[in-house]
Nanobody
Framework: QVQLVESGGGLVQPGGSLRLSCAASGFTLDDYAIGWFRQAPGKEREGVSWISSSADSAYYADSVKGRFTISRDNAKNTVYLQMNSLKPEDTAVYYC???????????????????WGQGTQVTVSS
């Protein structure tokens, strides 16, 4: 069955870095775009980044542009989110999700994804 498993979260000080991984199984990762989302307590789930199936296109939320980098290794069935210069407002549960469409149009909408991982907690605090 389709599975997405996030890992790499944890507690980090402001200004620090983390790399999240999204391990995919049960389907051919090459065929799908993948998105990263996050949800902080009391807030709606928001799109963080998106990468096309062939990695030739990527999008970022304005709040993370220049600090986060999305990448993928289809041979390893894994998508990554490198997060640098972390801020306390980046604290959230981070999810990866498999896109329903190949296009990045409205990539930030959660209803454009069919499968989700269970999430990994990222806490940025001193």
């Amino acid at each position: 069955q389709v599975q997405l498993v996030e890992s790499g979260g944890g507690l980090v000080q402001p200004g620090g870095s983390l790399r999240l991984s999204c391990a995919a199984s049960g389907f051919t990762l090459d065929d799908y775009a993948i998105g990263w989302f996050r949800q902080a307590p009391g807030k709606e789930r928001e799109g963080v980044s998106w990468i096309s199936s062939s990695a030739d296109s990527a999008y970022y939320a304005d709040s993370v542009k220049g600090r986060f980098t999305i990448s993928r290794d289809n041979a390893k069935n894994t998508v990554y989110l490198q997060m640098n210069s972390l801020k306390p407002e980046d604290t959230a549960v981070y999810y990866c999700a498999r896109g329903l469409r190949t296009s990045g149009k409205r990539w930030y909408r959660p209803d454009g994804y069919g499968y989700w991982g269970q999430g990994t907690q990222v806490t940025v605090s001193s």
